[in-house]
C-alpha cells in the first residue's frame, strides 16, 4: 500500500493524536485505512504517551516530542510510577506537547483516546475534529463499585470528557453501540459505532508447522514487565505437558529461560526466533505473527491490555493473573467487566495458572462459552475502514455517501 505520508502542495491534511501503544496500534490501522480511500490526504501522527513506532512503520510523519515513560503509559497507576516519570521528564514533556498542540493547525484532527488525550489536543486548530474513543465501554459500568480515585478517568467517560465531545467533536466514535447508546443518552449527540478497530488486527491464519497436541497464545504485552509475565508464564508451561505455548513477543531482547533448552524445529515457520523445549512442553517465540498466533491457540494467557482484548473478539478465553506493581488488581477486574466471562482472572502462581489452563483445554464447552462472550463484547471486524471512510466523508473530503455506512447509528 501507499505511504501515509503528508501529500504535495495544498492537499487537505489530518492529524491523528493519541495517547499509548494501543491507541498508536489503531491510530495506525485507521490511518492505513485513510491512506487507500484518499491517496493525496496528508496524514501526520502525534503520539503522546509512547514513540509512535506504529505511525512510523506506515510511513506517517511524527510530530512533536515523545518517548517511552518508565511507566510504559500506565503513569496514573500508581504513584511509585508518577514519581518515576516525571524524574524521567513527563511534566517537561506534556508541557512542550502542549505547546505543539496549540500551535497545531489542521484540516482535520482525530483524536485517538481518552479525555487526556482530548484535553491536551482542545486548544488545536482543526476545521473537523473526530474523537474515538477506544479505551472506555459502558460495559465497564457492569459489576459495581466505584474505581479508586486515580482510576476513574480511565474507566468512565466522565461529565467533563463528555462535555469535551460535545463542545469541540464533530463525530464521536465509541467502541460499542451500548457505549455510543450510552452517550447519546447523556448529550453527546453526535457518538455513534461503527465497529471496534482493534478487532482488526486479530484475524490471522493458524501456523501449520505447530506440534501435536494443544497450543496456548501467551500474551506478555508490550511494557516494561513483559519478562517477568513470561517468565511465569514459562513456568506455567513447565506443568502442562505436551502443549505448545506461542508467545506473541513484540521485539526487544529475547529473555533468557532458565531450564529451557533449545529445540531444533524444521521446517521453520517465519517470525520464529526462538524454540525452547523443556521435557514434553515447548514454548516458540514469535515476532510479527500475533494473529497468527491467536488463529494457532485454543485459549490465551495474557498480561496486556489490548492484546487480551484482541484474544477476546476472536473468541479465545483468556487467563490472566495480576503482576504488582505493574499490572495490578484494579486492572484487571476492570478487564473483567469489559470482556466478562471471557476473562478468567487467577492467581499469580504458575501452579494456578496452569491449573486454570488445564481446566480450560479438558472442557470444550466453557472454551466455548468464554470465547461466546468475548467475541460479542468485542464485536466484529471492519471498524478500521467503516470509521475511515465516515470520516473522510463528513469532513468532505470524500463524496457524499448514498448510505450510511453498515453499523451507523443516526447522528
Known amino acids: ?15 491523528i493524536v493519541s495517547n499509548g501503544h494501543g491507541e498508536d496500534v489503531i491510530g495506525a ?3 492505513r485505512e ?10 501526520r501522527a502525534f503520539p503522546l504517551v509512547d514513540d509512535g513506532s506504529s505511525y512510523h512503520a506506515l510511513g506517517v510523519e511524527r510530530l512533536g516530542p515523545c518517548r517511552v515513560m518508565p511507566s510504559g503509559g500506565f503513569t496514573m497507576h500508581s504513584l511509585a510510577y508518577l514519581l518515576a516519570d516525571l524524574r524521567a521528564g513527563f511534566a517537561s514533556m506534556t508541557v512542550r506537547q502542549i505547546a505543539g498542540l496549540a500551535r497545531l493547525r489542521s484540516d482535520v484532527l482525530l483524536i485517538v483516546g481518552d479525555i487526556y488525550a482530548q484535553a491536551l489536543a482542545a486548544p488545536s486548530h482543526a476545521r473537523f475534529r473526530a474523537v474515538l474513543q477506544p ?24 461529565y467533563p470528557e463528555r462535555a469535551l465531545m460535545r463542545r469541540l467533536a464533530d463525530v464521536v466514535y465509541a467502541r460499542d453501540e451500548a457505549t455510543a447508546s450510552w452517550l447519546r443518552a447523556r448529550g453527546v449527540t453526535r457518538a455513534l459505532s461503527l ?32 519478562t517477568l509475565a513470561l517468565d511465569r508464564m514459562a513456568e506455567a508451561m513447565m506443568r502442562l505437558s505436551g502443549v505448545t505455548g506461542l508467545v506473541a513477543w513484540s521485539g526487544g531482547r529475547l529473555p533468557d529461560l532458565a531450564g529451557w533448552r533449545e529445540d531444533v524445529v524444521e521446517p521453520r515457520p517465519a517470525g520464529l526466533t526462538r524454540a525452547l523445549r523443556r521435557g514434553e512442553s515447548r514454548l516458540w517465540l514469535l515476532e510479527g505473527r500475533f494473529a497468527d498466533v491467536l488463529a494457532s491457540a485454543q485459549l490465551a494467557v495474557g498480561t496486556a491490555g489490548t492484546a487480551n482484548e484482541q484474544a477476546a473478539a476472536v473468541a479465545l478465553p483468556v487467563v490472566s493473573f495480576a503482576l504488582p506493581p505493574h499490572y495490578t488488581a484494579a486492572f484487571l477486574a476492570n478487564q473483567r467487566r469489559l470482556l466478562g466471562e471471557a476473562l478468567i482472572v487467577t492467581a499469580g502462581g504458575a501452579g494456578a495458572v496452569a491449573s486454570t489452563v488445564r481446566g480450560l483445554l479438558e472442557d470444550a464447552e466453557l472454551r466455548a462459552r468464554c470465547g461466546r462472550a468475548g467475541a460479542a463484547r468485542m464485536g466484529a471486524a471492519g471498524g478500521s475502514r467503516r470509521i475511515a471512510e465516515d470520516l473522510l466523508r463528513r469532513a468532505g473530503l470524500l463524496p457524499a455517501a448514498t448510505g450510511r455506512p453498515a453499523g451507523a447509528a443516526t447522528p
Do not use: Q
Request: aromatic content about 4%.
Open 29 to 31: 490501522a485507521v490511518a
Open 195 to 226: 465497529g471496534n478497530p482493534m478487532v482488526d488486527r486479530a484475524d490471522g491464519t493458524p501456523l501449520t508447522e505447530l506440534p501435536p497436541g494443544p497450543a496456548v497464545a501467551l500474551l506478555p504485552g508490550t511494557r516494561s514487565y513483559a
Open 135 to 158: 479505551l472506555v465501554s459502558a460495559y465497564h459500568l457492569s459489576g459495581g463499585g466505584a474505581p479508586s480515585p486515580n482510576r476513574f478517568f480511565m474507566e468512565r467517560i466522565s
Open 1 to 15: 500500500m501507499p505511504a501515509a505520508a503528508p501529500g504535495g502542495a495544498g492537499a487537505p491534511s489530518l492529524t
Open 34 to 43: 485513510l491512506a487507500l480511500l484518499a491517496p493525496g490526504l496528508g496524514i
